[in-house]
Every structure is written in C-alpha cells, then in structure tokens.
C-alpha cells in the first residue's frame, strides 16, 4: 500500500540548533514530494519540492533547506534554527489523478 | 499572480444546520481544485477534488463541492453539519505540470450542539 511517513512528531529546540525532518514515502517511485509550514493561525506555505532525487525547488528564501536523497525521501534542514522557524511542517507527495498525501505533521518549537 | 482566498476565517453553524464553505481563487487556466479537512495536530485529509467534467462533485463525508469557472469559485458544502466535523478546511489550487499548489488560509468550522 502507498503510505508517508514523517517524524518526529513534536520536537522543540533552541535557538541557533540544527534541525533535520524526516519525509519517506512507501508503495511508489519517483514521487513528487513537497514540505510545507504552517504557522499558528495561518495557511499553509509552500517550501520546498521535489521531481525526483537531487531536484530540489525553493518557493521561500529562507533559514531552512531541503534534500533529496534517496528516491522516496525527503529531509527538510536548517544550520541554525530561529524563533520564527516554529510552526507545524507537513510533508506531502502528489499523485496524479488524486491529489496531496499528507504526512501527520511535526510540531517544532524553536525556543 | 496565483492566489487562494478563502474569505472566512471563522464559521460556527448549528449542528443539522446546512454549512457552507467559500473558496475563491485567481489562476491563468482552469486548475486542480481540492478541499482538505485537518482535525487539530493532525494532517490534511483529502475531501474531494474536482480535475475536469462534472463541475459538481461529491466527496468523502457528505460533503461536495462545486465549480464555477464565471465567479472563479469552488465553494464547499454539506446539507447537515454534524459535531464530528468541527475542524479547519483548506482549499487548494493548482495545475499538476506546473508542481504549484496554493493554499488558502483555511476556513475554522465550529458546530454549535
């Protein structure tokens, strides 16, 4: 069966730490795969995604950075973390024909 | 430029009262539409989506949605709210060979007993 997986689940961190989310899909190949952030009270932005290993397109210039290395997983990173990198990340891989599969989230709290 | 309005932030409704939800959107040509509910802490779950045909199209818990290309719209809806469904939906456009997907701001659903 085609499943995402993404962790960890809550995380908080200080300041200036690094960071580094995990994003595996399973039951396909070559997906496109996508992390987004949600901030408190907000929609959902946009960060990063990804056509296949290697290919990476940045939406948001930003502190955060993103990975492919293998073909069904997707890391989403920082050097050092902000205040402002708090929110919810959700990883996501599109299919054609259905739409967004949305992994269950991490809450990161940068304090 | 692309863009998603969903111009609710917040909606409380009665439970067994109709609901509906407004999504409005701006793009060059006729996109992808999708509804997603996301329960507190949790992911999006896929509602429904409307890719061509029908313009009316039925989703997962009763809900549907349809799609007027006139008023640029693809507004959600459900005959009779239940409490279960109190949550955050969020609309979504986008055109799959352009690996662009926007979302609105998202609508909160608070269901009155």
């Known amino acids: 069966s085609q499943t995402i997986h993404q962790w960890p689940a809550t995380l908080v961190q200080p300041v200036g730490s690094p960071l580094s989310l995990e994003c595996t899909v399973e039951g396909t190949s070559n997906p496109n795969l996508y992390w987004y952030r949600q901030a408190a009270g907000r929609g959902l932005q946009l960060l990063f995604y990804s056509v296949g290993i290697g290919q990476i397109s940045s939406e948001v210039p930003q502190n955060l950075s993103a990975s492919r290395p293998q073909d069904r997983q997707f890391i989403l990173s920082s050097k050092k973390l902000l205040l402002s990198d708090s929110g919810f990340y959700l990883c996501?891989?599109?299919?054609?024909?259905?739409?967004?599969?949305f992994g269950s989230g991490t809450r990161l709290t940068v304090v | 430029a692309q863009s998603v309005t969903q111009p609710d932030i917040h909606i409380t409704v009665s439970e067994g009262a109709s609901l509906e939800l407004r999504c409005n959107y701006s793009y060059g040509a006729t996109p992808y539409l999708f509804w997603y509910v996301q329960s507190p802490g949790q992911g999006l779950q896929l509602l429904l989506k409307?890719?061509?045909?029908?313009?009316l199209v039925q989703g997962i818990k009763g809900f549907e949605a349809e799609f007027k290309r006139s008023q640029s719209s693809f507004n959600l809806r459900k005959p009779s709210v239940h409490w279960s469904d109190a949550a955050e939906y969020f609309c979504?456009?986008?055109?799959?060979?352009?690996?662009?997907?926007?979302f609105g701001s998202g609508t909160k659903l608070n269901v009155k007993p």
């Open positions: 979504a456009v986008g055109k799959y060979n352009f690996n662009k997907f926007y």
């Open positions: 409307y890719f061509s045909g029908d313009t």
């Open positions: 996501a891989w599109f299919q054609t024909n259905y739409g967004y599969t």
